[in-house]
T-cell receptor, first 110, second 113 residues
Framework: RKEVEQDPGPFNVPEGATVAFNCTYS??????FFWYRQDCRKEPKLLMS???SGNEDGRFTAQLNRASQYISLLIRDSKLSDSATYLC???????????FGAGTRLAVHP | NAGVTQTPKFQVLKTGQSMTLQCAQD?????MSWYRQDPGMGLRLIHY???????DQGEVPNGYNVSRSTTEDFPLRLLSAAPSQTSVYFC????????????FGPGTRLTVT
C-alpha cells in the first residue's frame, strides 16, 4: 500500500457546487497533514495545514478521520479559479520526509 | 524576498551527460528538498537536507547527488543522465520545525534524449 493515496479524478463540477476529496494515509502514527494546490505547469503551493481534527479557511475545510486514516478537503461554492490539482502530503513520523499523494484534479465549469 | 529560485527553467540533455540543477532560497530555511514530478506519480522526494553539511536520501535517490555547503543553496547533480530522468524537478524549503509547510521553486523541466 502506498504511504499516501488520492483519487486522481478528474472531478468535474459546476460553479457553486460543493466538492470533497479524500486522502488516505498508511501510517497510523502520523500527526500532521497538509493540502497543497498546484495549477497547471506551476509549482505546488500550501493551501492548508491540519494538526488536529480539522481546519477551516473560508470556503475550504479540511477534516481528519484518524480511525479510518484519511483526511478530506471540502470546497464550498466552487469558483472557476478553484480548478487545479490538489495534493495531500504527510510527513513520515520520525523522519524529515514529506510524502505526497499523486493529487486529485478538479475542473470547475460555468 | 525572492523565495525559492531554480535555474535553469528548461534543459535538454543527451543520455550520459551530467549537469547540475541550481536551487537557492533567501528565507533562512534550514530544510531544503528536491522532488521530481512525473505524470500520474505525484511528487517523489529525491534528497533532502536539514541544514548545511547534512543531507539524506528520499524515496528515489539513485542517479542523483546533492550537497549543502551553505544554508541558501542546495544543488542537485545528475551524474549520467538517462531518459528515465526526464521529469519536472522542484526544489523546496521550509523551517525544520514544520517540514510539511514547504515553499516550492518554479521548477526545472528536464528532457533527456
Amino acid at each position: 500500500r502506498k504511504e499516501v493515496e488520492q483519487d486522481p479524478g478528474p472531478f468535474n463540477v459546476p460553479e457553486g457546487a460543493t466538492v470533497a476529496f479524500n486522502c488516505t494515509y498508511s501510517n497510523s502514527a502520523s500527526q500532521s497533514f497538509f493540502w497543497y494546490r498546484q495549477d497547471c505547469r506551476k509549482e505546488p503551493k500550501l493551501l492548508m495545514s491540519v494538526y488536529s481534527s480539522g481546519n477551516e479557511d473560508g470556503r475550504f475545510t479540511a477534516q481528519l478521520n484518524r480511525a479510518s486514516q484519511y483526511i478530506s478537503l471540502l470546497i464550498r461554492d466552487s469558483k472557476l479559479s478553484d480548478s487545479a490539482t490538489y495534493l495531500c502530503a504527510v510527513p513520515l513520523r520520525g523522519y524529515n520526509k514529506l510524502i505526497f499523494g499523486a493529487g486529485t484534479r478538479l475542473a470547475v465549469h460555468p | 524576498n525572492a523565495g525559492v529560485t531554480q535555474t535553469p527553467k528548461f534543459q535538454v540533455l543527451k543520455t550520459g551527460q551530467s549537469m547540475t540543477l541550481q536551487c537557492a532560497q533567501d528565507m533562512n530555511h534550514e530544510y531544503m528538498s528536491w522532488y521530481r514530478q512525473d505524470p500520474g506519480m505525484g511528487l517523489r522526494l529525491i534528497h533532502y537536507s536539514v541544514g548545511a553539511g547534512i543531507t539524506d536520501q528520499g524515496e528515489v535517490p539513485n542517479g542523483y547527488n546533492v550537497s549543502r555547503s551553505t544554508t541558501e543553496d542546495f544543488p542537485l547533480r545528475l551524474l549520467s543522465a538517462a531518459p528515465s530522468q526526464t521529469s519536472v524537478y522542484f526544489c523546496a524549503s521550509s523551517s525544520t520545525r514544520i517540514v510539511g509547510e514547504q515553499y516550492f521553486g518554479p521548477g526545472t523541466r528536464l528532457t533527456v534524449t
